[in-house]
């Protein structure tokens, strides 16, 4: 069976993030849309919460050809009349070809009624309802994808729990905003790009760990995780917040965090090797001044080759380092550490995918987040 995925703010991320964990069934049909094949509406399901960066898994009903708004209808209501007869609430988003008039509902409602089916339209925008709405009513969203003449029907048959999200990212007992937390959903795409389609659990490690946001995310998805930062702040409320998780979603995993310097940091303290290091270091200021920005990025390629130069002992053949790098344009000039991308290779780090094709940034931010990954071997 075929199904879609509405890709996230940042669709080169979803895209990938969705290849990793599904596999090479998934398929980019523009910038916002991916496909991908299931057995089971379950199983396509199953694949979508283990996302972080996707927002919407419609389920492909039908394909056609139109000649007119009511053929087009005439589908619409065979689709429905499928469905529960009962007295129901109805949506209908249209996505594809933008310059297509959306569908009459008015004349949708009476072909409905003919057929003995009551509905309730529910009103939303084009691109579909919200996540909330799908939640927390009982609304049956139609998706209609359509270019020229041409249509593909779909039903949304599951949204990104919000509820879960917002727990997450804003009813932790310690945060700090003035460092600039890692949004969670981006926190776990940067796990499932390192971790793939592997069942196998291991240890997740975040050498700058800031509250823990990279660690809560790993916990929830059953991995052991160990933290450190410089910062003892940040180990204190990083705790706070794992052990809070932990309670509150009856975890079984188990976490560590201690206070360390990333290029410090000794395999004596690390009882085991690490399968995964997911991070977000420290990226320079968040509005840096761009006379300094030379000084920074040259401090910056400092710590970076330094973490990597002791990840080393840290890391086993086959481990997978997810991380993020830092990019600033001032004027017309781009800084950022591309350049440590042959140096690292030289030292067993090739990368997964290239420089610059998955990039994240906040709207109005200046420090934008190249995400990379990278296999290790000796």
Not at 27 to 36: G, T
Not at 120 to 125: D, L, M
Not at 197 to 209: H, I
Not at 342 to 363: E, P
Request: charge should be neutral; charged fraction near 25%.
């Amino acid at each position: 069976m075929q199904y879609y995925l509405q890709l996230g703010n940042t669709p080169s991320l979803s895209f990938n993030e969705a290849k990793a964990i599904i596999g090479d069934s998934v398929v980019q049909i523009d910038d916002r849309l991916c496909s991908f094949t299931a057995e089971t509406d379950q199983e396509a399901k199953d694949y979508f919460r283990k996302l972080g960066a996707s927002v919407r898994l419609v389920s492909i009903q039908k394909d056609f050809k139109i000649k007119s708004q009511d053929d087009l209808i005439e589908k619409v209501v065979e689709h429905f009349v499928e469905e529960d007869k009962a007295r129901m609430k109805i949506s209908c988003a249209q996505w594809g070809d933008m310059q297509t008039a959306r569908i009459d509902f008015f004349a949708l409602k009476k072909a409905l009624l003919k057929e003995k089916i009551k509905v309730r339209f529910v009103e939303g925008p084009r691109h579909g309802l919200s996540a909330a709405v799908l939640l927390h009513q009982n609304v049956q969203e139609v998706i209609i994808i359509q270019n020229g003449n041409d249509i593909t029907l779909g039903k949304t048959i599951d949204v990104q729990d919000i509820d879960h999200w917002t727990v997450k990212d804003r009813r932790k007992p310690y945060a700090n905003r003035k460092k600039g937390m890692l949004p969670p959903k981006i926190a776990l795409a940067m796990l499932n790009l390192a971790r793939g389609n592997s069942e196998e659990k291991g240890l997740v490690y975040d050498p700058f760990c800031g509250t823990g946001t990279v660690l809560i995310e790993a916990l929830e998805q059953g991995f052991d995780v160990i933290g450190s930062d410089l910062d003892p702040e940040a180990i204190l409320g990083s705790q706070m917040n794992l052990a809070w998780f932990k309670d509150r979603e009856k975890l079984d995993g188990s976490f560590t965090v201690f206070k360390a310097d990333v290029t410090q940091v000794t395999k004596e303290r690390i009882s085991q090797k690490v399968d995964y290091i997911v991070t977000e270091p420290f990226l320079g200021r968040p509005k840096p001044n761009a006379s300094q920005l030379p000084g920074v990025f040259r401090g910056l390629e400092k710590l970076y080759t330094g973490a990597f130069k002791n990840w080393q002992s840290l890391l086993h053949d086959g481990s997978k380092v997810a991380i993020v790098f830092p990019r600033v344009e001032s004027g017309n000039k781009v800084f950022d550490l591309s350049g440590l991308i042959d140096k690292l290779s030289s030292q067993g780090y090739t990368l997964l995918v290239n420089f610059g094709d998955i990039r994240y940034a906040r709207k109005s931010a200046i420090v934008q987040r190249d995400i990379l990954v990278f296999e290790y071997n000796k």
